[in-house]
Each structure stands twice: as structure tokens, then as C-alpha cells.
């Protein structure tokens, strides 16, 4: 038993020292990619897919620029050209630019999977510490949820019969998040239903097998599917033992990522996750600082040769 205890623990320690490995591995990684991307960025060697984008960008503020220029008078047009087309250069590129972030695919993607993440783990270790707090259940209105220990539902035990007899093939695999009901007439429950009930604070999930009338009280005999015979303590279990009934809704992914957070080493695993998010959160944050950057540096260079350009295609008007 010593030596048993003594290997869990050993595999216990191993197993956070590789996530914590992991995570830092996997951060440093990425820190050194933001890093390294920033200053590709800065030295220039991504300015050709740049000054590309920006003279997208820049075709389409002219194209809108001209439109409102040509509605001016004619007598206008000439004088004011330079100082309309500046004007709407200047506030078409905002809006297209605000519009570019808006619409990258990339961006969109990232967040929602991001987003839907957070969620879930939000949602997860919501459930989870309402589980500890509520003694590992959780109620939501006339229902009850809480996960599945051990395999005493799980299979089917050589000596139940009457399973097979009675195609009761509604077992509960280890693990899983079940829903339990609240029944509102002790006389609705029937044999080979399967309720939860309390014994000394601790929630089982059994079958009814028999149910005894005496002198005006109700008891219930249970048994696991996967058990041969009735533990004692289900032998003859009370109306105020009993918790709900099961209603057939199981999931066993919920309820293995409810019972793994719920553990030492899944609380570490979430915490080591989130920190790996955070840095791929900021190094993204500043890679995109770091490209607006540059395309504002170019960009004002192009600015400079579009005016000169303005001002020599006046003058030729002239």
C-alpha cells in the first residue's frame, strides 16, 4: 500500500513538472517568434507585402476621393483638387483601415476559437467549484448534476438476469456528468429505475431492484448493474435518502473535464494554459502594433509621392 502511495506521488510530481516544462517551453518559443517577427518587421523584410496592401488601399481612397472631387463644380475642380483629394485621402484611409481590420479572416478565426475557449473553461471550473462547494453536485432547478465515480453502472454483472431480460441497456460509463430529476411522488418510482440517493454524504447511483412496503413506510433495495449483490447500505434505503431519479442524459467528455479540474494536477494544467494563452495574446498584440507601425512609416512615404504627383498633374493642367 506504502509503495503504491509512494509511486502515485512520484507520478503525481513528474506529471506537473512536464506541464510546467511544457508551458514554459512552448512560451519561450513563441516569445522568440513574436520577438524575431517584430524585427523582421522593422528592418524592412516584409515591406513589399506591405507597400502591396497600401497601394490597395490607396487605389480605393482615390477612386473615392475622385468621385467627390468630380461632383464639385467645374470651375472648382482645378483650385481645390490638392486640398479635397489630401482631405478625403486622410479620412477614407481611416475608414478603410479600420474596415481591413475588421475583416481579417485570420483575426476573426483566432478570436471566436479563442473565445470559445475561454467559455468552455469558464463554464468548466464555474461547474467545478460549485461542485466543491456543493458537495459534488450541482442543482439547477428541478434537476441535479453531478459525475459518476465508480463502474458500478457501467457494465453488466454475469448474474443480473433480469438487465437482459428487461433490455435495461441505459448503463453509465465512469466518469460521466448524469442529470438526476427531483421526484415529486415517492409512489412514481418503479422497479429498475435509477435514482441517486445519500448514504453519510456520499451520492450513489444504483438500479432499484426491490421495493418494500411496511407498515405504511417505503423503502427501496438498489444494486450497481455491474455489481452481483446489494451493498448493505442500499438494502433498505429511506424516502429522505433519495435525491432524484435518472433521466437517461449523460455526457462522459463533460464529465471527465469536470473530474480532471476538479484534481490538483488539472487546476495546474488550466492555470498553465491560461498563462500560455496570455503570451500568445501579447506577443500577437505587439506583432500587430509593430505592423501598423511600419505600414504608417511607409505609408507617410507614399503620401509625399502621391502630393508631388498631385501637384505636377495641376500644374500640367495649368
Do not use: W
Not at 31 to 44: S, V
Not at 104 to 116: E, P, R
Not at 203 to 225: A, P, Q
Request: proline content about 1%.
Amino acid at each position: 500500500m506504502e509503495n503504491n502511495e509512494l509511486l502515485s506521488s512520484i507520478a503525481f510530481i513528474i506529471s506537473i513538472i512536464v506541464i510546467i516544462c511544457l508551458t514554459l517551453v512552448f512560451s519561450i518559443l513563441y516569445y522568440l517568434y513574436g520577438k524575431y517577427k517584430r524585427k523582421h518587421i522593422n528592418i524592412g523584410s516584409e515591406d513589399n507585402k506591405l507597400l502591396i496592401e497600401i497601394n490597395e488601399e490607396n487605389k480605393k481612397l482615390k477612386q473615392k476621393a475622385d468621385k467627390e472631387i468630380n461632383r464639385e463644380k467645374k470651375s472648382f475642380r482645378i483650385i481645390f483638387k490638392e486640398e479635397l483629394y489630401k482631405f478625403f485621402h486622410v479620412k477614407l484611409k481611416l475608414k478603410y483601415t479600420k474596415n481591413d481590420n475588421k475583416l481579417s479572416v485570420g483575426k476573426i478565426i483566432f478570436s471566436l476559437i479563442y473565445s470559445l475557449f475561454v467559455l468552455f473553461v469558464v463554464f468548466v471550473v464555474g461547474i467545478s467549484i460549485s461542485y466543491r462547494v456543493n458537495n459534488e453536485t450541482l442543482f439547477i432547478g428541478d434537476s441535479t448534476y453531478f459525475t459518476v465515480k465508480t463502474e458500478s453502472m457501467a457494465s453488466i454483472h454475469e448474474d443480473n438476469d433480469y438487465i437482459l431480460e428487461n433490455n435495461l441497456i441505459d448503463q453509465i460509463p465512469q466518469y460521466s456528468l448524469i442529470t438526476i430529476e427531483k421526484i415529486d411522488d415517492i409512489n412514481d418510482i418503479e422497479i429498475y429505475d435509477i435514482l441517486a440517493f445519500k448514504v453519510n454524504d456520499v451520492t450513489y447511483v444504483h438500479r432499484v431492484v426491490d421495493i418494500i412496503f411496511d407498515n405504511g413506510d417505503i423503502y427501496f433495495t438498489l444494486k450497481g448493474d455491474a455489481n452481483p449483490t446489494s451493498l448493505l447500505i442500499e438494502t433498505k434505503v429511506k424516502e429522505e435518502q433519495i435525491i432524484g431519479i435518472y433521466n437517461g442524459n449523460n455526457s462522459l467528455f463533460m464529465g471527465i473535464a469536470i473530474t480532471y479540474l476538479q484534481s490538483e494536477i488539472g487546476l495546474i494544467a488550466l492555470f498553465m494554459s491560461i498563462a500560455f494563452l496570455i503570451n500568445v495574446e501579447v506577443q500577437e498584440y505587439l506583432i500587430d502594433n509593430t505592423y501598423e507601425k511600419r505600414k504608417k512609416i511607409l505609408n507617410s512615404s507614399n503620401l509625399i509621392s502621391n502630393n508631388d504627383n498631385i501637384r505636377g498633374e495641376i500644374n500640367n493642367d495649368n
